[in-house]
């Protein structure tokens, strides 16, 4: 079992920067790919970003490449995803998953509780 838990969410105006943490517990951190996901009102969840087991690769959905990353401090169990240039569209409840190989689908074996993001002037 791998518990995560996502922090960093919040209200920010279009064009600003917010940063999430998704610490994790439980299983080894370094033995899970990790993702980030999100989910806006009255639409399905999709996928964000994605990143190694190593931190070494990344892949990202077309919606936020060169606007998002994604990395990962095993020392500290934590993945982040760095967000600018935050559209009002990318309001959503993200969230981080972990998943036993790197994949940018939607099912991945552990999900944290999720963080609101609010994109709005």
């Known amino acids: 079992q791998v518990q995560l838990l996502e922090s960093g969410g919040g209200l920010v105006q279009p064009g600003g920067s917010l940063r999430l943490s998704c610490v994790a517990s439980?299983?080894?951190?370094?033995?899970?790919?990790m993702g980030w996901f999100r989910q806006a009102p009255g639409k399905e969840r999709e996928f964000v970003a994605t990143?190694?087991?190593?931190?070494?690769?990344?892949y990202y959905a077309d919606s936020v490449k060169g606007r998002f990353a994604i990395s990962r401090d095993n020392a500290k169990n934590t993945v982040y995803l760095q967000m600018n240039s935050l559209k009002p569209e990318d309001t959503a409840v993200y969230y981080c998953?972990?998943?036993?190989?790197?994949?940018?689908?939607?099912?991945?074996?552990?999900w944290g509780q999720g963080t609101q993001v609010t994109v709005s002037s």
């Open positions: 998953a972990a998943n036993s190989i790197m994949a940018a689908i939607t099912r991945y074996d552990y």
């Open positions: 990143i190694s087991k190593s931190g070494g690769s990344t």
């Open positions: 439980g299983r080894t951190f370094s033995s899970y790919a």
